[in-house]
Structures are given as structure tokens and as C-alpha cells.
């Protein structure tokens, strides 16, 4: 086992792990003070963006019961929970790995019965959700913002989402990004007239998710397929573009079955179009979208952001998730990662107002060590901080140099510095303007 940590051990490479251990697993990092305050910022905006159209916010726990959480996973999801014993009851529970689960059960507990009659609720939640890494660069953990619409099955509902999520990211300052749109039977219905078998469908959806048309071709060899629905399921992979593209392709997809999911694709961007001209441009089709076949039922929606690897945001329609909890109703929504906003918004070189607040430091000279002097200084700092909104701190032990250091590092305007005066007495200098009053100092000392 390593040793303790000691400054032998520590290593000025701080690419190096500490003591030659890796300080946390794969897929987890540490968000630090000016991050974190963005990060919260992102939330705390997107959040009053949705409440401005009626959503309501949840909280849902951390850990649930596997059995209940796991009827709205897949079984790929459900091998990637996180699961251990509870100590207590002996059951066997899991972190949170997805939060539409969770609304599928708090609806079914607290509106099922509204629900049932055609009511509908909107909600949304902030939450970190974790999950099994597939690999090492895959994350393991994930801050989201989400919405859900529960109890409308109509484009309506899907538009609204899809409108309200461009409000969002307008609003944290993202000027570039596009929204893919994508339905489940458009792709399925072409696979389906593959003759390979339930494992050539596993392996045409795999292929089909890498956008892999040779892979296609390879396996489709040598079987019973017809032709044209071989050349079909190749050119999903390159069926991408403008809504317009849902015209150009009718003729070949519509006599395989995908009639149905080209019309509501049709539908929604119709209906975009005329609800949300803002989003002229920004709407995009991939018709060859096939993750999360057992899991959507129809639209499928993913926002792309220059600088992010990963979508910015993702959901769609999941009409069937609801009855596995008991409320049979239809249900769409949407999840934004904050990791990959930050991501994007930092490639775009757009750094929001995080909305911290001004600051102001209250500082110990040296050798200031008397309680009346730690009083005083407690004072001053709780003083500055009832005006306003202010942020008021102490620290002890400070130069006057250092202390204008150490308010400009962290982020304060002003500066109390408190010294000893006559008689013993505290003596108070203040600064309103760190910086300048800094460089006056300087010249003044000099």
C-alpha cells in the first residue's frame, strides 16, 4: 500500500499522480472554483428558463431500489448501474444512472391518476447521474438539466421541448449548435427486412451507429436481403441534412415501411417552422439514427455545439417507459450536459457572467493574533457582507503586499486591511478599488 502523503512524496508534475496512485477513478474529475461557479450559473439559468414556460422542479434521490429503478433501463443500462447491498434492509440498490426512469416512477406515485384522466405535467430537475464507463475515455459521471413532458402525444409537445431547449442554450450564451432529429421507426422498419437474424440486427444497429456502410455491406453479403433494401440500409448512413432531405429520400424509404416516421419527422419540422422560426437553419435530419432502440419511441432529438465530442443535449420520445410503472400515458423529454456545454462554450471562447458576486477581503496584518483582533475583523466582513450582495472573507497573517496579492486572486474589489494602531488598537485601511489602489500603494512605498 502507498504511504502517507509528505512532501517527499509530492511531485511538481501535475500530470503525475500523487505518491503513484491516480487520485480518482476513470471517468470522474474534479470541477474547480471558477468552473463550478459557471457550471452552477448554466443550471441556475436554464432552470428559470423552464420555469418560464410552466415546468415544474423535482429532486430525485441518488439511489433507488435496482428492481423498481431498472424496469426504464435497457439491459445494456441496467449491466452499467452502479449496484451494492444496502447494509440496512439487505435490498439491492443502485446510483442513479438516468433520471427519466425516476420521473417515470415519482409520476406514477404522485400523478398517475391525473394522468390516466389526460392531464399533463411538465417537470424539470437538476441531477448527476452515474454510470459504468465502456471504456477509459468514456465519463462516469454526468451534471444534467432536464425537462420532461408527460401525458401529450402530439408533435406539439415534442416541438415545444425542441423550441424551449434552443431557448436554453441561447440563454448560456451558445450561439453556435444544431439540432439532429431522428425517429426510431425509419431506421427499424428498413432493418426489419434484413434477413440476418437477432444478431445481425445487434450487428447492423452497431454498424449503422458507427455510420459504417462498408461494415453494412459485409454483413448483408451473401444473405436473403433484397437489394434494395441492402442499398437502403447503406445509405442511411449518409442520409443527413436539411429537413428537406425527408422529400428527396420518401421514394426509396416509404415502400420499405418508413412511411410512418418520415411523416412525423415531416410533421414536427413543419410545425417548427412556423413556432420557432429561430431555429431556420439550426434543424438537421439523420435518418440513420439508431441508439436507443428499446428505450424511444419516436422522435429522437440530439443538440450538437462546436468543441464537444458528445451532444450537448438528448432525448426524445419515450411513450412506453411510463407503463412499466403502472400510468400508461406518453411522455417526451429532453436532458442538457453541462459538461459538454462548458466544453463548448470554452472552444467558442464565450465566458458567461457566472454572477459572482462582488468581493471584499478583510485582512490580518502579521502578529494580529488577539482575539478582539479576530473580533473586529469578523465584524468588518459581516458589515460588508449586509450590503448588497457582497461576499466578505478573512484571512490572518497577511502582508499588506500579499493581501492586495491575495484579494486580486480572488476576485475581490475591495480590500480591509486591519493593522495595529495606537495603544494596541486595530487600525482599519480600506481600499474600493484593489487594482488601482494597489499601484498607488506601490508608488507611494517606493
Same mark, same amino acid.
Request: net charge negative.
Given at each position: 500500500m502507498p504511504g502517507p502523503m509528505n512532501s517527499r512524496a509530492r511531485t511538481t508534475n501535475k500530470a503525475e499522480p500523487v505518491d503513484g496512485f491516480a487520485p480518482l477513478p476513470n471517468g470522474v474529475r474534479d470541477i474547480y472554483p471558477d468552473a463550478c461557479r459557471r457550471q452552477r450559473w448554466m443550471s441556475r439559468t436554464m432552470i428559470e428558463t423552464f420555469d418560464r414556460w410552466g415546468y415544474e422542479p423535482v429532486n430525485t434521490p441518488s439511489i433507488e431500489l435496482f428492481d423498481i429503478f431498472g424496469r426504464g433501463l435497457a439491459e445494456r443500462e441496467r449491466r452499467r448501474c452502479v449496484r451494492f447491498i444496502d447494509p440496512g434492509s439487505g435490498a439491492l440498490v443502485t446510483l442513479r444512472s438516468d433520471v427519466t426512469p425516476q420521473i417515470a416512477r415519482l409520476a406514477s406515485q404522485r400523478y398517475g391518476d391525473a394522468l390516466q384522466r389526460g392531464d399533463t405535467r411538465r417537470l424539470c430537475y437538476t441531477a448527476d447521474v452515474v454510470r459504468q464507463p465502456d471504456g477509459r475515455r468514456e465519463r462516469a459521471e454526468f451534471?444534467?438539466? /432536464?425537462?420532461e413532458f408527460l401525458g401529450d402525444p402530439s408533435p406539439a409537445a415534442d416541438a415545444e421541448l425542441i423550441t424551449m431547449c434552443g431557448e436554453a442554450l441561447r440563454a448560456i450564451g451558445l450561439r453556435s449548435f444544431k439540432i439532429d432529429l431522428a425517429h426510431v421507426d425509419v431506421a427499424a422498419a428498413v432493418l426489419a427486412r434484413a434477413d440476418? /437474424?437477432?444478431? /445481425?440486427?445487434?450487428?447492423?444497429? !452497431?454498424?449503422?451507429? !458507427?455510420?459504417d456502410e462498408a461494415?453494412?455491406?459485409? !454483413?448483408?453479403?451473401d444473405t436473403d436481403t433484397p437489394p434494395e433494401v441492402v442499398a437502403a440500409l447503406r445509405e442511411l448512413c449518409w442520409m443527413y441534412g436539411a429537413p428537406e432531405l425527408l422529400d428527396r429520400v420518401d421514394a426509396k424509404l416509404r415502400p420499405l415501411g418508413a412511411g410512418p416516421g418520415l411523416?412525423?419527422?415531416?410533421?414536427?419540422?413543419?410545425?417548427?417552422?412556423?413556432?420557432?422560426?429561430?431555429?431556420?437553419g439550426r434543424i438537421t435530419i439523420d435518418l440513420g439514427e439508431v441508439r436507443g432502440f428499446g428505450y424511444y419511441s419516436g422522435v429522437r432529438v440530439r443538440a450538437w455545439a462546436p468543441g464537444a465530442p458528445t451532444p450537448v443535449a438528448r432525448g426524445g420520445r419515450y411513450d412506453h417507459l411510463l407503463a412499466r410503472f403502472g400510468v400508461d400515458t406518453s411522455a417526451t423529454g429532453l436532458a442538457l450536459d453541462l459538461d459538454a456545454l462548458a466544453v463548448s462554450l470554452a472552444a467558442a471562447d464565450a465566458r458567461p457572467d457566472a454572477g459572482r458576486a462582488a468581493g471584499?477581503?478583510?485582512?490580518?496584518?502579521?502578529g494580529l493574533e488577539a482575539r478582539d483582533a479576530h473580533a473586529y475583523a469578523a465584524s468588518e466582513a459581516r458589515r460588508r457582507r449586509s450590503v448588497g450582495e457582497r461576499r466578505a472573507w478573512v484571512v490572518a497573517g497577511l502582508t499588506r503586499a500579499r493581501a492586495f496579492a491575495v484579494a486580486a486572486a480572488d476576485g475581490?474589489?475591495?480590500l480591509v486591511y486591519i493593522a495595529e494602531g495606537e495603544r494596541g488598537a486595530c487600525a482599519r485601511e480600506l481600499y474600493r478599488r484593489v487594482s488601482e489602489d494597489w499601484a498607488r500603494v506601490r508608488e507611494e512605498e517606493t
Open positions: 451534471h444534467q438539466v /432536464g425537462v440476418v /437474424g437477432a444478431k /445481425g440486427q445487434a450487428d447492423l444497429r !452497431r454498424a449503422l451507429e !458507427r455510420k461494415a453494412i455491406g459485409l !454483413r448483408l453479403a411523416d412525423a419527422l415531416r410533421e414536427l419540422t413543419a410545425l417548427l417552422s412556423m413556432t420557432a422560426p429561430e431555429l431556420d471584499c477581503l478583510v485582512a490580518l496584518a502579521p475581490a474589489d475591495e
